[in-house]
């Protein structure tokens, strides 16, 4: 879900801006990214919103073969893993935080979508707080919306490097930063601040100078001399304290382009469109993005985290030859698409062909780059048949996601007029009013209802089913969607019709659809947005990851070993020689690294090892096939079952999550151990636990 709805290197060189480079060599000294690689100087981590490395029509280059400037670079000079995958559900907000943190969402406390459902537990009614806010704010029953398993503030991403004297930037990304000026403001500053004063008579401008920028700082760092304020993290472990940050456009400006406002790589000031310098909002273009990501490196900030938009909704105002009255979403191979991912090139080979002028390379810099999810296009087939899209432009007789009141259907189809929220999105998290007990009649009808509902697809024509699997509350424990705080878990999950998006009438009573006899009426073809997310397809969740620097192989195309957004924080860590105060969920991606990068602990057995991790992430990751064949298996037949076989295979997901958690523990010590402790594994216990998880694996047959 969308964060609002919620050329080559050579010829680039000519059209980038000229830029004087301002690295701060004083700061750049203090920081030391170079424990393990003494290469190692820099890191530039960015992530998309749903760009495609698979093609979505066969015929038309896919999003990245459009961005040669970047497939390219990442292909040349590293490598680029294209058996990667999202955590479930496959949305923005969890994505990037499970990039960031290395942990999945029940670790980090937002593990379901871009909003979070939160029980009231007076009055048994969730509301649905967005899942985008500052790192340490707290939501309404008191728990912090970043929480740990201990109920406490999790780890913060940029504290390994801050305490390794290492500025950190941040333009975009999820949490690291502001995302809105009233509780993230008031968290930091306080509400009688002047900021909190000027987010009151003059919110367009406190979005611009306070939203979506930050550099959290080193101690002792000169370029947060000036403009910084604490940067306070109580929770976090082993203490954090005497540090600042220098939140948004209006205090980072000054420090990093103290001549002028920052630019983006047309040359064009960034600004919100309604005349105040600053943060473009959520949706920034490449060139927006890489600008100040240029800007924060060329000024001395060596870790830079950030995010770019989609490549397939219109983001015409932002680029010149798209036009702005085209409707919402472009289907791949259309006019405006070409034109959109041009611009996205252009970008790339810029901010790299800026960032060579400044002697920022792969030779020093690591960098890393991901998409938070793939997305399913909601449309028809294109016109013509063969069309290209470059040479030959594609039209789409239909375009758009089919938006369904699903209280109405469910209201229409059953009669059953129960009240229930769910984060709108094409997987529904359903929670029903009072919150009752999962095995309670009245959440047990709703399962077996929804199991069965009928919908009616306007692309495709005709009936199916709205629903594709169904999750309770035990296998969302086994998919790790379960946080310490039990008022957020949903009393179960529809995981729909891909074409399909779920919202509520918010009605008291649900109104029928029209006739009474027919739920059809209840199904619309949208048009603003045609590209649905957020649910467990493999078209959705299986994604890419491109690393190239110092310490990555050069392996090109790399499909070989299966990987999740978990094992991006551990591996960058490992190639920084820092250390996160927690362990991981994901593991180092040893397969790609240098002999020379890689420790004598990840060399040794190396076999047994790649294997071992194979054996972890098959049983772990809420993709791999221990989770998949029980989300689209027994979960679901349990949900749509009778009584009797739902409590009988609800006992069979607790026992196998209990049994995987036993394993995996095991596994993923060994892992970090061998990664972070130099500690060599030990050949018979490895080889124990892969034929205990492949045990595991056997007792739950694919569907």
Known sequence: MKRLKLIGVSTLLALAPVVTPALADPQREACRLDARNEHLQHIVFIQFDNVHFRRDNPNVPSDLEQIPSLLSFLED????????????????????????????????????????????????????????TYWTDVLADGTPEMLAPNGKNAPAPWVPFTRAGCDVGAFSIAN???ENISSDINNVFGPSSPQAQEASNNFRKAIADFEGIIVHCAQGSALCAGNGAPDLLPDEPGGYVGYTALYGNANVQPQISPHGPVLDLDGNVINDGHGNNGFPGFTPSPAQTLGYLATMLEAGVPVVYGYIEDAHDNHGPQISGVSTSVAGTFGPGEAGYITQLEAFDKAFGAFFARLAADGITKDNTLFIVTADENDHFAGSGPSPADCDGVTAPCTYAHKGEIDVNLD?????????????????????????NGNPPQADPKTRQLERESSTALGFDVIRGGDNL??????????????????????????????????????????????????????????????????????????ITRTWLGMAGPGVARLGTFGEIFTDHTDIRPTLIYLAGLRDDYAHDGRVLFEVLTREAAEDALRQ??????????????????????????????????????????????ATIRALTKRRNEIAAQMIDMLEDAAFAHRPIDEGQAWRLIGEANDLLASVPAP
């Open 408 to 432: 109405s259907v469910l209201f229409t189809e059953f009669g059953d007029a129960t009240r229930f929220g769910i984060h709108f999105d094409d997987a529904a998290t359903f929670y029903i």
């Open 605 to 650: 057995h190396r076999d047994t090892l790649s294997a071992l991790a194979a054996a972890y992430k098959e049983i772990n990751a809420p993709l791999g096939k221990l989770g998949f064949r029980t989300l689209t298996g027994i979960s679901t037949e349990a949900l749509s079952g009778s009584d009797a076989t739902y409590a009988a295979l609800e």
């Open 77 to 132: 000079n590293g490598t680029f893993l294209t058996n990667h995958h999202t955590p479930l559900i496959s949305h923005t907000s969890v994505d990037i935080v499970t990039a960031l943190t290395g942990v999945y969402g029940d670790k980090f406390g937002v593990p379901i979508g871009n909003s979070i459902g939160l029980f009231n537990p007076a009055t048994g009614v969730a509301s649905f707080p967005s899942s985008f």
């Open 176 to 178: 690291m930063e502001f």
């Open 466 to 539: 709205i629903t594709q699997a169904l999750a309770d509350q035990a296998e969302q424990s086994l998919l790790h969607m379960v946080s310490a705080d039990p008022n957020r878990t949903p009393n179960f999950i529809l995981f729909g019709n891909p074409d399909y998006f779920f919202e509520t009438s918010g009605k008291s009573a649900p109104p029928a659809c029209t006739p009474a006899t027919d739920a059809a009426s209840c199904f619309v073809e949208g048009t603003g947005f045609a590209w649905n997310h957020g649910d467990f397809q493999k078209e």
